[in-house]
């Protein structure tokens, strides 16, 4: 339709508001059960928790799973109904074009009538009147941040459902990956005998589904793969475009409060204005929350255009050029003035030459539609902040100059310019690393000498040793590795994980001894695979002044191969760039510290056995993973160390012509992650009547006495201190004054079934101190929250935007005091609007977007 003035999308709010029919609540919360319809899932949730607090176990698993999966259903009937009423009052639209401008408020008038009875009717088939209210914005926060099911992973503990509980202790982690107690509980959780790893599953994921395809669709292109790539790309926008769909529909169905009155009255206009605006601004926000991943601080700017972008060349790459050209003309409706962008597509047309119908593929249609809806909705927000001080964050670093009103531009191209600079350059903060290990420390194996130290290798917690190995030991290592690498540990001399052009073999000690045993290799040659860990460890443990006990926790004799005649032309890397505790994202510069990564690993150290192969050069660079900040030659006898952390990002060149070996040893402070093959190969030794000669250790300290300066002193942290527990034990009572009987972990040293078994305790002490050893953690925030208890007491009362004000300072106030207390929120006067009223604004992008 035609817009007739610029007051257009204020009319369409007046009558929004004119047309507001207000559902109000029965005299029961819980009159809906008889009737079948959904009821309200913030009640569910009080009742689980209130469940959880009574150590009513089945309950609070009864009423936290149905607060979950009740909430679910409310989400996809909205989608459903908003679905269904999408289209409907269109027909009054039509004809308003054709009318009277003076009736035209009329038709507005009856088409959200009209639209507001279709959502009234749909919704009301499946959703009680009490559960289309809003609910407070706390309890959206409870639910954004996964904390239902941080009480469900401790209910089922209780309940002794170790699957379940591992499953909700995943899935919390998943949003919560520095959460050290949940760290800590679902490493106990993997060593229950009976769990198994598909226990650890994210029940959330189908939210999340477009983050699988990415992951996948890089995976495809690091090994070459692009006809994969090309799917699992394609699949990725889709995912993409229909997530933010779905959060499209929930700003427009989703019940909201209406603000209180300003100091400054405002007229019924402005007022209708802030709302429609609102509604929009939410819209636009969808592209900031598709955009982040689960647990993560900060969403992956341009995340579609991204997405286009590796779908194109990853087309061009797989033959598909038509397919290139439509999905680079997409992406040029981001940014048209690209140059990159346009150079490609000039490749692209020329190599269609002679193809017509090829070379004049336009854009996807729906990437055209989503780039057309986004400009009409942010000249309407920018129009509300010049005019009606209306305040909105811009999602987008692609929105055009002409959107912006004049009077905004200077500030505008300030902050982008901003923006951008920061995102060129990347935010380079002072790495601090926080480990707790200091380099510095004395090296106290004769014929060791440091060759660079932190300042020649431009970082933090690093070094390179020289004359760790002898010459006749690394020939002796290479002979162990040229005979028994390729049977090691799987790999078998197949191509690299990393690379296709290379071969990896691998052998840990374990290997060897068995090898040796079959008498495949030498005993003496695997006992000094072993001894020289020995070494490495003494050298890093005292070298890093480690502030508690170190353990192996990983030790592997790694060979790379170069593949004849497949090295021309190679720019990959033989190892990528990566950091070995956490997984490293270039864009952001942020090192997530959270599964598939080793997370338990403190120091790292690799030991080389040779010099006689092409490229190989280990590395360390920057968080952008493309700045290289210093580089090593590997040879004989040479060890680098460093400590596992973010401020240690390292990859390998690529190896183009012969054979690279070298011994990479991990270290960590977590007894529990310590390396139990080798501790195996220890006691089949033992066994034989050969002993392994090792220096023990106490729990407080080192196996060399280093000097400790006065910094690590006064910094000096335990790893004991992660094994939180809950911050309110004052509220669990021990099971010896309620006089109880429980099942509780002994840790068994099981050859066969390894890892823990559940067992009866026979006697109340050992019962005490194997749960308080294996104690799992009850969630972070214990307090029974005040949002909730008001929310039961007061059957929805009519909140104010108080609470929408206050929650962003409620929020910062619970990671301070870690939920120690329960925050009230005030009744307001003002009045929110059920979902059928912003319903009435379904279509108003379109009315106004045409």
Same mark, same amino acid.
């Given at each position: 339709?035609?817009?007739?003035?610029?007051?257009?999308?204020?009319?369409?709010?007046?009558?929004?508001?004119?047309?507001?029919?207000?559902?109000?609540?029965?005299?029961?919360?819980?009159?809906?059960?008889?009737?079948?319809?959904?009821?309200?899932?913030?009640?569910?949730?009080?009742? *689980?928790?209130?469940?959880?607090?009574?150590?009513?176990?089945?309950?609070?698993?009864? $009423?936290?799973?149905?607060?979950?999966?009740?909430?679910?259903?409310?989400?996809?009937?909205?989608?459903?109904?908003?679905?269904?009423?999408?289209?409907?009052?269109?027909?009054?639209?039509?004809?308003?074009?054709? =009318?009277?401008?003076?009736?035209?408020?009329?038709?507005?008038?009856?088409?959200?009538?009209?639209?507001?009875?279709?959502?009234?009717?749909?919704?009301?088939?499946?959703?009680?009147?009490?559960?289309?209210?809003?609910?407070?914005?706390?309890?959206?926060?409870?639910?954004?941040?996964?904390?239902?099911?941080?009480?469900?992973?401790?209910?089922?503990?209780?309940?002794?459902?170790?699957?379940?509980?591992?499953?909700?202790?995943?899935?919390?982690?998943?949003?919560?990956?520095?959460?050290?107690?949940?760290?800590?509980?679902?490493?106990?959780?993997?060593?229950?005998?009976?769990?198994?790893?598909?226990?650890?599953?994210? /029940?959330?994921?189908?939210?999340?589904?477009?983050?699988?395809?990415?992951?996948?669709?890089?995976?495809?292109?690091?090994?070459?793969?692009?006809?994969?790539?090309?799917?699992?790309?394609?699949?990725?926008?889709?995912?993409?475009?229909?997530?933010?769909?779905?959060?499209?529909?929930?700003?427009?169905?989703?019940?909201?409060?209406?603000?209180?009155?300003?100091?400054?009255?405002?007229?019924?206009? =402005?007022?209708?204005?802030?709302?429609?605006?609102?509604?929009?601004?939410?819209?636009?926000?969808?592209?900031?929350?598709?955009?982040?991943?689960?647990?993560?601080?900060?969403?992956?700017?341009?995340?579609?255009?991204?997405?286009?972008?590796?779908?194109?060349?990853?087309?061009?790459?797989?033959?598909?050029?038509?397919?290139?050209?439509?999905?680079?003309?997409?992406?040029?409706? $981001?940014?048209?003035?690209?140059?990159?962008?346009?150079?490609?597509?000039?490749?692209?047309?020329?190599?269609? =030459?002679?193809?017509?119908?090829?070379?004049?593929?336009?854009?996807?249609?729906?990437?055209?539609?989503?780039?057309?809806?986004?400009?009409?909705?942010?000249?309407?927000?920018?129009?509300?902040?010049?005019?009606?001080?209306?305040?909105?964050?811009?999602?987008?670093?692609?929105?055009?100059?002409?959107?912006?009103?004049?009077?905004?531009?200077?500030?505008?191209?300030?902050?982008?310019?901003?923006?951008?600079?920061?995102?060129?350059?990347?935010?380079?903060?002072?790495?601090?690393?926080?480990?707790?290990?200091?380099?510095? *420390?004395?090296?106290?194996?004769?014929?060791?000498?440091?060759?660079?130290?932190?300042?020649?290798?431009?970082?933090?917690? /690093?070094?390179?040793?020289?004359?760790?190995?002898?010459?006749? =030991?690394?020939?002796?290592?290479?002979?162990?590795?040229?005979?028994?690498?390729?049977?090691?540990?799987?790999?078998?001399?197949?191509?690299?994980?990393?690379?296709?052009?290379?071969?990896?073999?691998?052998?840990?000690?374990?290997?060897?001894?068995?090898?040796?045993?079959?008498?495949?290799?030498?005993?003496?040659?695997? /006992?000094?695979?072993?001894?020289?860990?020995?070494?490495?460890?003494?050298?890093?443990?005292?070298?890093?002044?480690?502030?508690?006990?170190?353990?192996?926790?990983?030790?592997?004799?790694?060979?790379?191969?170069?593949?004849?005649?497949?090295?021309?032309?190679?720019? #990959?890397?033989?190892?990528?760039?990566?950091?070995?505790?956490?997984?490293?994202?270039?864009?952001?510069?942020?090192?997530?510290?959270?599964?598939?990564?080793?997370?338990?690993?403190?120091?790292?150290?690799?030991?080389?056995?040779?010099?006689?192969?092409?490229?190989?050069?280990?590395?360390?660079?920057?968080?952008?993973?493309?700045?290289?900040?210093?580089?090593?030659?590997?040879?004989?006898?040479?060890?680098?160390?460093?400590?596992?952390?973010?401020?240690?990002?390292?990859?390998?060149?690529?190896?183009?012509?012969?054979?690279?070996?070298?011994?990479?040893?991990? $270290?960590?402070?977590?007894?529990?992650?310590?390396?139990?093959? /080798?501790?195996?190969?220890?006691?089949?030794?033992?066994? #034989?009547?050969?002993?392994?000669?090792?220096?023990?250790?106490?729990?407080?300290?080192?196996?060399?006495?280093?000097?400790?300066?006065?910094?690590?002193?006064?910094?000096?942290?335990?790893?004991?201190?992660?094994?939180?527990?809950?911050?309110?034990?004052?509220?669990?009572?021990?099971?010896?004054?309620?006089?109880?009987?429980?099942?509780?972990?002994?840790?068994?040293?099981?050859?066969?079934?390894?890892?823990?078994?559940?067992?009866?305790?026979?006697?109340?002490?050992?019962?005490?101190?194997?749960?308080?050893?294996?104690?799992?953690?009850?969630?972070?925030?214990?307090?029974?929250?005040? $949002?909730?208890?008001?929310?039961?007491?007061?059957?929805?009362?009519?909140?104010?935007?108080?609470?929408?004000?206050?929650?962003?300072?409620?929020?910062?106030?619970?990671?301070?005091?870690?939920?120690?207390?329960?925050?009230?929120?005030?009744?307001?006067?003002?009045?929110?609007?059920?979902?059928?009223?912003?319903?009435?604004?379904?279509?108003?992008?379109?009315?106004?977007?045409?």
């Amino acid at each position: 339709m035609a817009l007739h003035s610029n007051t257009s999308p204020v009319y369409v709010a007046f009558f929004f508001i004119l047309s507001c029919v207000f559902i109000t609540a029965g005299s029961g919360l819980s009159s809906e059960s008889s009737s079948g319809l959904l009821a309200p899932y913030d009640e569910l949730y009080y009742r *689980g928790v209130r469940a959880y607090f009574s150590e009513d176990w089945e309950r609070a698993a009864e $009423f936290l799973e149905k607060s979950i999966s009740t909430r679910e259903k409310l989400l996809q009937t909205r989608r459903k109904c908003h679905d269904e009423c999408s289209t409907t009052g269109d027909d009054k639209i039509s004809k308003l074009d054709k =009318e009277d401008f003076t009736l035209w408020d009329l038709g507005i008038l009856e088409w959200s009538q009209v639209r507001a009875e279709c959502v009234r009717f749909c919704m009301g088939r499946s959703v009680s009147p009490a559960a289309l209210l809003p609910v407070s914005s706390d309890i959206e926060y409870e639910f954004g941040t996964r904390n239902p099911y941080n009480y469900l992973q401790v209910t089922y503990y209780k309940l002794d459902k170790l699957a379940k509980a591992a499953s909700a202790a995943h899935t919390f982690f998943v949003a919560n990956p520095s959460h050290l107690e949940m760290r800590n509980n679902i490493e106990k959780y993997r060593r229950i005998l009976g769990v198994k790893e598909e226990s650890f599953q994210d /029940r959330e994921r189908e939210q999340e589904q477009h983050w699988e395809m990415y992951d996948e669709a890089i995976r495809a292109e690091s090994s070459s793969d692009w006809m994969k790539a090309v799917k699992k790309w394609k699949e990725c926008v889709n995912e993409t475009l229909k997530q933010t769909e779905n959060c499209r529909a929930q700003c427009v169905m989703a019940s909201r409060v209406i603000p209180e009155e300003p100091d400054t009255a405002q007229g019924l206009y =402005e007022r209708a204005a802030d709302l429609s605006l609102s509604l929009l601004s939410c819209k636009q926000m969808c592209v900031t929350l598709v955009s982040m991943r689960p647990g993560r601080v900060s969403a992956l700017e341009d995340f579609l255009p991204l997405q286009l972008e590796h779908l194109h060349i990853a087309q061009f790459k797989a033959g598909d050029l038509k397919g290139a050209v439509e999905t680079l003309r997409s992406q040029l409706l $981001f940014y048209p003035t690209d140059t990159d962008s346009l150079s490609n597509l000039e490749v692209y047309t020329q190599s269609l =030459e002679g193809n017509t119908e090829a070379q004049d593929t336009g854009p996807m249609q729906e990437i055209a539609k989503y780039v057309n809806r986004a400009l009409q909705e942010k000249r309407l927000l920018y129009f509300g902040m010049a005019n009606l001080d209306f305040k909105f964050s811009d999602p987008d670093l692609w929105t055009p100059e002409d959107v912006v009103p004049e009077s905004l531009r200077e500030t505008w191209r300030a902050e982008k310019e901003k923006l951008h600079e920061k995102l060129k350059h990347g935010e380079k903060l002072e790495e601090v690393d926080d480990s707790g290990f200091y380099a510095g *420390g004395p090296v106290p194996v004769v014929g060791v000498t440091v060759t660079m130290d932190d300042q020649g290798l431009n970082g933090t917690n /690093r070094v390179v040793l020289d004359g760790v190995l002898s010459q006749s =030991e690394c020939d002796r290592v290479m002979q162990l590795s040229t005979v028994a690498a390729s049977v090691g540990d799987g790999y078998r001399g197949r191509r690299s994980p990393h690379t296709p052009h290379e071969k990896f073999e691998g052998l840990t000690v374990l290997s060897a001894l068995k090898l040796a045993q079959d008498k495949v290799v030498n005993h003496s040659d695997a /006992r000094l695979l072993h001894e020289i860990g020995e070494t490495v460890k003494v050298l890093m443990d005292s070298y890093f002044r480690s502030h508690s006990i170190i353990y192996f926790a990983y030790t592997h004799l790694v060979c790379r191969t170069a593949i004849p005649g497949h090295q021309e032309g190679r720019l #990959d890397l033989s190892h990528p760039v990566h950091v070995d505790n956490c997984i490293l994202e270039p864009e952001t510069r942020q090192c997530w510290r959270e599964a598939p990564a080793f997370t338990h690993r403190d120091l790292s150290a690799v030991l080389y056995l040779n010099d006689d192969f092409e490229g190989g050069d280990f590395f360390f660079a920057d968080r952008d993973a493309k700045t290289v900040t210093a580089r090593v030659k590997p040879k004989c006898g040479r060890l680098v160390g460093f400590t596992s952390g973010p401020v240690n990002p390292h990859g390998v060149t690529a190896v183009t012509a012969g054979r690279r070996c070298a011994l990479a040893l991990w $270290f960590t402070t977590e007894k529990h992650h310590r390396d139990m093959e /080798r501790e195996e190969a220890e006691e089949l030794w033992a066994a #034989d009547g050969k002993s392994v000669v090792k220096e023990e250790k106490g729990d407080g300290e080192s196996a060399v006495k280093t000097a400790r300066s006065g910094r690590s002193q006064g910094n000096k942290r335990s790893k004991d201190r992660e094994r939180v527990t809950g911050r309110r034990d004052e509220l669990i009572k021990t099971e010896r004054e309620k006089g109880r009987r429980y099942k509780c972990l002994i840790h068994l040293d099981n050859r066969e079934g390894g890892g823990e078994v559940l067992t009866s305790c026979s006697t109340l002490a050992l019962m005490e101190r194997e749960r308080e050893r294996e104690k799992i953690s009850l969630p972070l925030a214990l307090s029974i929250p005040g $949002f909730i208890l008001s929310a039961l007491i007061s059957l929805h009362p009519l909140q104010s935007s108080s609470a929408h004000h206050k929650s962003r300072v409620y929020r910062e106030r619970e990671r301070e005091r870690g939920g120690s207390e329960v925050e009230k929120h005030p009744k307001g006067r003002g009045e929110f609007s059920p979902s059928i009223l912003l319903a009435l604004l379904t279509s108003l992008p379109v009315c106004i977007c045409g």
